[in-house]
């Protein structure tokens, strides 16, 4: 039986509970407990070398904790694989591609989709289905507004609309948990501004967790945001009381307490 504390926590789609990583002796992240409310927007931020890359991996299972562990929607995934939890719903996007360069905005869409029910493409499905795959495929390129090129080649999309590709390829695995590793990464102000009102919209009725660096981001969309420095967390709540916290100014900001 396990014991009390010990129970699964349904409050929390993500929950990390003492999680540490240590790299040949380096503590990257220290005893880090983590929770991400259902519904919510969680950023994680911090100063670079804070250990959000490696906590954010650790969550997505592209790293093993050293001690400690991970439980999604209250269930225990330390050990579980990324394409596992793919599978129970959380997806994780940006930073590793999921665009093919040489197919067209709905083929990539229809691949995401065929993937999500286990199929690899077979040229015998019948035309029925791949019919009903398009419907899906257009619906979901409309949700991030690119319904207005599905005809166009990936390779031939600028980049931010090529990032609106990407958050559509993870639309399409239908995930409750959306894990956005730098989602405006590299974009331009335009960009970053049409990116930012798609994670909102589509944020409705799941749960979002993103490293992010842009700050004005950070305090437009999050719920709740928790501040890394040195693997350990200095600080969480919302925008408002994290940037008025001293010691997160002070570290992350780089002001003195003055
Ligand atoms: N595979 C690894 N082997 C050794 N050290 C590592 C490894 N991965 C990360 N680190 C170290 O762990 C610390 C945390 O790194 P991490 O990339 O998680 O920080 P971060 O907050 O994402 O930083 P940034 O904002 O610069 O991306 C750093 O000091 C980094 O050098």
């Known amino acids: 039986m396990p014991s009390a504390d010990r129970a ?8 990390t509970r003492n999680v ?9 992240v220290d005893d880090v407990s983590l929770k991400v409310r259902h519904g919510t927007i969680h950023a994680l931020i911090g100063p670079n070398g804070a250990g959000k890359s490696t906590m954010f991996n650790l969550i997505t299972k592209f790293l ?38 040489n197919l067209t905005l709905l083929e990539n869409i229809r691949v995401a989709l065929q993937r999500r029910m286990g199929n690899s ?33 990936a390779s031939e999309l600028p980049y931010g609309r090529k990032r609106l590709l990407e958050l ?27 990116v930012a009102n798609i994670i909102r919209k589509v944020s409705q009725g799941r749960t979002v967790l993103m490293v992010e660096h842009n700050l004005n981001v950070v305090a437009d969309l999050s719920d ?11 600080a969480e709540g919302t925008y408002e009381e994290v940037s008025t ?12 307490d003055d």
């Open 121 to 153: 493409y077979h040229f015998w499905e019948s035309q029925a289905r791949l019919d009903v795959l398009n419907e899906d495929a257009r619906r979901i390129l409309a949700e991030v507004g690119l319904d207005d090129s599905e005809s166009v080649l």
């Open 64 to 101: 093993e904790p050293t001690s400690g562990s991970i439980h999604l929607d209250g269930r225990d995934i330390t050990r579980d694989k990324p394409a596992q939890i793919a599978r129970a719903g959380a997806v994780r996007s940006f930073q590793i591609s999921s665009v093919f360069p």
């Open 20 to 28: 540490t990583k240590t790299f040949k002796g380096f503590t990257a």
């Open 245 to 256: 916290n001293r010691q997160v100014r002070s570290a992350y900001m780089g002001e003195s």
């Open 224 to 234: 709740r945001i928790t501040v890394l420095q040195q693997g350990s967390v200095l």
């Open 168 to 194: 559509a390829t993870t639309l399409a695995m239908e995930p409750r948990v959306m894990l956005l590793d730098e989602p405006m990464a590299g974009m331009g102000t335009g960009d970053v501004a049409r």
């Open 8 to 15: 699964p926590n349904t409050d929390y789609a993500i929950e």
